[in-house]
């Protein structure tokens, strides 16, 4: 009950405190013993398979398709959380999983923003456009010697950065999570307010059909009198009689 309360008091939404609550009570063994705030709050903000990722070395070739034309490890499964695998491994094996695909810049593993931002809240860790897809770095990449003063620089490494971004890669973002607890790289929040619109919309809407209707029985009850039809034909006076003649 006391760690329910605790969960609550992030202001996280009702399913997923729940969620995390019932997940922290089967991994602790004792609950006065095992209780830890920092892990428990580490593991709220960081998915399981982010650091398995990180670690991963990838473009090696696959050892079952090694002849293929696209062999190159340079998938990695979500939901199996396992090492990286080739074009041929995803069609066989991982064909219903949540997939990325991780490419190269200048020897550096990268990934694209469309693919990690539906999975990992990344707004601040700083994007770059490469081959004209937006990408982040997954790790901290060396600091070139000699650089000129720039005004924005990570908050860990202190590589220069573009633009007013914490964070040069994932990698960083997670070593600051784990220091300082500021951040996260989940989205419920972008995931609470988008649940709250859509029930204020159709909130509304079902509100604007109920008025609808009640102004319909309205008018069945109480029907609108029509204006009086104005014919543009004149009257008749009568049958025309003669005056009488004179003798």
Not at 175 to 192: P, R, V, W
């Given at each position: 009950m006391l760690l329910l309360l605790w969960v609550r008091s992030l202001h996280l939404p009702l399913s997923l405190s729940l969620s995390l609550s019932a997940r922290f009570l089967l991994q602790i063994s004792s609950p006065l013993e095992g209780f830890n705030p920092n892990s428990i709050m580490e593991t709220m903000l960081v998915p399981p398979w982010l650091e398995r990722l990180l670690n991963t070395a990838f473009f090696n070739l696959c050892q079952k398709h090694g002849d293929a034309a696209r062999s190159e490890c340079n998938m990695f499964c979500l939901d199996c959380k396992s090492d990286g695998f080739c074009f041929y491994c995803k069609s066989s094996k991982h064909q219903d999983h949540q997939v990325i695909q991780i490419r190269r810049s200048s020897y550096h593993d990268v990934v694209r923003v469309s693919e990690i931002q539906k999975v990992l809240e990344i707004n601040d860790v700083q994007?770059?456009?490469?081959?004209?897809?937006?990408?982040?770095?997954?790790?901290?990449?060396?600091?070139?010697?000699?650089?000129?003063?720039?005004?924005?620089?990570?908050?860990?490494?202190?590589?220069?950065?573009?633009?007013?971004?914490?964070?040069?890669?994932?990698?960083?973002?997670?070593?600051?999570?784990?220091?300082?607890?500021?951040?996260?790289?989940?989205?419920?929040?972008?995931?609470?307010?988008?649940?709250?619109?859509?029930?204020?919309?159709?909130?509304?809407?079902?509100?604007?059909?109920?008025?609808e209707l009640r102004e319909g029985s309205q008018q069945e009850i109480y029907p609108i009198s029509s204006p009086p039809i104005l014919s543009s034909a004149r009257r008749r006076k009568g049958i025309p009689h003669r005056a009488p003649f004179r003798s």
């Open positions: 994007t770059y456009v490469i081959n004209s897809a937006r990408v982040l770095f997954l790790n901290e990449r060396p600091q070139p010697k000699g650089g000129k003063t720039v005004s924005h620089v990570c908050e860990i490494c202190s590589r220069s950065l573009l633009d007013t971004f914490r964070f040069c890669s994932l990698g960083c973002k997670l070593m600051g999570i784990k220091s300082n607890g500021d951040a996260s790289f989940t989205l419920y929040e972008k995931n609470n307010v988008a649940i709250q619109r859509g029930e204020g919309i159709s909130r509304r809407v079902k509100e604007e059909e109920e008025e």
